[in-house]
């Protein structure tokens, strides 16, 4: 014989706010980790892009 499903108890205000609390302090970290990862891309695919500046290099490479 299947068992029914029983409802929940009703949540408490202190327990919602907590919750609440915790998706917002989450959802801030999430998009401060996405824009710092963004600013990292940029500022790397920037210096792959970027020439250099008329510099010779300062050391040879290695022939091996």
Do not use: D, F, W, Y
Not at 40 to 53: F, K, M, N, Q, S
């Amino acid at each position: 014989m299947p068992k029914t499903p029983k409802s929940s108890p009703p949540k408490s205000a202190i327990a919602r706010a907590n919750r609440a609390k915790r998706r917002r302090l989450q959802l801030a970290l999430r998009l401060a980790v996405q824009m710092e990862k963004a600013e990292r891309a940029e500022r790397h695919a920037g210096i792959r892009r970027l020439p250099r500046a008329g510099r010779p290099r300062t050391r040879k490479a290695s022939r091996r």
